[in-house]
């Protein structure tokens, strides 16, 4: 049994830095109550409610969603890293396909601290050593926190490799302001030049500061739900799930001496590919994409992780304009992780948000004419890959 599954409801708080920050629970309620007034459906619907959050004690979850009401239904917590909220859309949208439940509550928060992320437990084996270990290894440096020397080392990789200079990263911040200057939920909406991203302080490799994601708050939360449950209850069944994958490391993260492996190039190709096989749509036909951009130079391996241009051509496709607004498709229009900002459990669940509201016409100055194809393509290092392709009927080509 294989149920269509549609996004009935979406919704996002502001995301904000540390200090000015709520905490979680309402950031999360506050979405979740949002995302059910969207699918004008009440909490007393929902059958299952999936969790995402990094930064949190054990069943944080469950303290969210009191807030909503105790309904007594099953509140699954799901940490995967950055790539928490897509995975907590992948059991949901599993558990609806599969028939067992026909409509689900998706929330992912995160109430950040400021400064780089780090290891909460030092008295016990660190699941991303080896990933650490090696970054060290392979571009010795013991002074860069782990996050932008595993990235930036990726982009020193790739330009090393195809011989371009480390301003074509740059152009990339500077596309994520100028798109997040209309997105009212953005935590960087100031518009910045190629000269200005270079001249901020170095941070490692080609990255400087304005190429990295700020430590970031904030709730964000989906209503899925069956298309049948949804014809029958009158709700949105504009937007449904036409594909999605999921893939964890390789054996070549770790034994190809690749930095652009470690952060998850070969997971981002193996999800891809095998959600373009099933949705029988390939990435010429996408439309618009809410990638992983945590750092300019992930975006840019993306960019052919993805198949939105071949291997060696990112800086062809960055120059051109190819993907941005009157390119061949356009990514990030939220802004991204750079701009928009990372509260890292909702992180995948606010790219849900977007695409959705892009494929319902609903996106105002930043609406991508004519979206009907969509791509979310968040991961998280330790690792974890999704890629979901979404599709929508009410926006006319």
Request: charged content about 20%; aromatic content about 8%.
């Amino acid at each position: 049994m294989s149920n269509k599954v549609v996004v009935a409801g979406v919704a996002m708080t502001p995301f904000v830095k540390p200090s000015v920050s709520e905490p979680y629970d309402i950031l999360g309620a506050r979405a979740a109550q949002a995302a059910l007034l969207d699918a004008d459906i009440d909490y007393t619907a929902i059958q299952q409610v999936y969790a995402g959050y990094v930064y949190g004690d054990s069943c944080s979850g469950q303290r969210v969603i009191y807030n909503l009401g105790m309904s007594g239904v099953p509140v699954f917590n799901q940490n995967n890293n950055c790539a928490t909220g897509s995975c907590a859309l992948f059991l949901a949208r599993q558990a609806i396909e599969a028939g067992i439940i026909d409509v689900a509550l998706v929330i992912g928060f995160e109430q950040m601290r400021p400064g780089s992320l780090d290891a909460q437990w030092g008295d016990r084996p660190d699941p991303l050593s080896n990933f650490v270990d090696l970054t060290r290894e392979w571009q010795p440096q013991d002074q860069v926190p782990p996050a932008p020397h595993m990235f930036g080392g990726a982009g020193v990789e790739y330009a090393e490799k195809y011989g371009i200079p480390a301003e074509i990263f740059a152009h990339i911040s500077v596309k994520a302001r100028r798109h997040a200057k209309h997105n009212d939920k953005a935590i960087f909406r100031d518009e910045v030049s190629v000269a200005e991203v270079m001249e901020s302080p170095h941070i490692y490799g080609v990255l400087t500061r304005l190429q990295c994601c700020p430590p970031t708050c904030g709730g964000a939360a989906a209503v899925l739900c069956s298309e049948a449950y949804a014809k029958k209850h009158g709700l949105d069944t504009s937007v449904s799930i036409r594909a999605q994958s999921m893939h964890t490391d390789f054996a070549s993260t770790f034994d190809d001496h690749s930095l652009m492996k470690i952060v998850g190039y070969d997971m981002t190709k193996a999800a891809s590919n095998e959600v373009y096989e099933t949705a029988g749509i390939g990435a010429d036909d996408v439309d618009v994409v809410e990638l992983h951009d945590c750092f300019t130079a992930n975006e840019l391996i993306t960019y052919e992780g993805l198949g939105l241009t071949p291997e060696g051509t990112a800086e062809k496709f960055i120059l051109d304009g190819d993907n941005t607004y009157g390119g061949k498709v356009v990514t990030n229009p939220s802004g991204g992780l750079l701009s928009k900002g990372h509260p890292l459990g909702a992180t995948g669940v606010a790219q849900c948000v977007e695409l959705t509201e892009q494929l319902r016409g609903r996106s105002g100055p930043r609406q991508v004419e004519g979206a009907r194809v969509a791509v979310q393509h968040n991961v998280g290092i330790g690792g974890a890959c999704v890629v979901t392709m979404y599709e929508g009927t009410n926006n006319a080509a």
